[in-house]
C-alpha cells in the first residue's frame, strides 16, 4: 500500500509568517498533487509535479518534488487569513484507484 | 461552467437503513471518483468509474456499491448503515482516468449514522 505521511498535522500562525509543510512516502510516485480544502467545501487543485527535484511557484507558494520522487514540500511565504485551510498531498496511486492522499496539514493563519 | 454538483448536501440515517448518493460532474467529463472523508482516516479513495465502467475500487466492504449513467452522472451506494459510515462524501470528476487530468471536487455529502 502506498501511503503519504503529512507534517506537520496542525500549524498555527501569525500573518506574515513563513511555513513549509511535508509530504513523505517510502514510496516513489511519478507524480504528485497539492490541494487546499476549505470547511464545506471539496479540495481544490494547487498544483502538480512530475518531475524529480521540480519546483513550481504559485504566487507566495512554493512546491517542491523530491529528487527521489518520495516527497514533497509547499512553502508559503508571508501567510495571509486567506491561507487558512486544509492542506493535502495526493500522489498518483499505481495499485488502485485513482489518488492516495495524505492526512493533510491543517493550517491557521491569525491576523 | 457548471462546477460538480452533489445531492444531498446533507443526509442523516439510521443504523441499518441505506442511501444512495448523487454526483454530477462538469459537463464533458468522463470519469468520476469518489472518496470518503472522516477526521480518523483523512481522504479515502472508494471507486472510480470512466465511461460507465468501474476501472479501479478501494479497500472498503460490498455495502459500498456504485455506477455511472451515460451521460456521465455517477451514484454510490451504502446498504446497512454503520455508525462508522459517518463521513463527507466526495465526488471528483475529470476528462479522463489519467492521474494528472485535475480533478474537481464537489461540496460534498454529509452523512452522519445515527
Known amino acids: 500500500t502506498q501511503l503519504l505521511e503529512q507534517s506537520p498535522q496542525f500549524l498555527s500562525i501569525q500573518e506574515g509568517e513563513n511555513l513549509t509543510v511535508y509530504c513523505n512516502s517510502s514510496s516513489v510516485f511519478s507524480s504528485l498533487q497539492w490541494y487546499r480544502q476549505e470547511p464545506g467545501e471539496g479540495p481544490v487543485l494547487l498544483v502538480t509535479v512530475v518531475t524529480g527535484g521540480e519546483v513550481k511557484k504559485l504566487k507566495r507558494l512554493t512546491f517542491q518534488f523530491g529528487d527521489a520522487r518520495k516527497d514533497s514540500s509547499l512553502h508559503i511565504t508571508a501567510a495571509q487569513p486567506g491561507d487558512t485551510g486544509l492542506y493535502l498531498c495526493a500522489g498518483d496511486n499505481t495499485n488502485a484507484g485513482k489518488s492516495t492522499f495524505g492526512d493533510g496539514t491543517t493550517l491557521t493563519v491569525k491576523p | 461552467k457548471a462546477g460538480v454538483t452533489q445531492t444531498p448536501r446533507y443526509l442523516i440515517k439510521t443504523r441499518g437503513q441505506q442511501v444512495t448518493l448523487s454526483c454530477s460532474p462538469i459537463?464533458?467529463?468522463?470519469?468520476v471518483s469518489w472518496y470518503q472523508q472522516t477526521p480518523g482516516q483523512g481522504l479515502q479513495f472508494l471507486f472510480e468509474y470512466f465511461s460507465e465502467t468501474q476501472r479501479n475500487k478501494g479497500n472498503f466492504p460490498g455495502r459500498f456499491s456504485g455506477r455511472q449513467f451515460s451521460n456521465s452522472r455517477s451514484e454510490m451506494n451504502v446498504s446497512t448503515l454503520e455508525l462508522g459510515d459517518s463521513a463527507l462524501y466526495l465526488c471528483a470528476s475529470s476528462l479522463s482516468n489519467v492521474f494528472t487530468d485535475t480533478q474537481y471536487f464537489g461540496p460534498g455529502t454529509r452523512l452522519t449514522v445515527l
Open positions: 459537463s464533458g467529463h468522463r470519469s
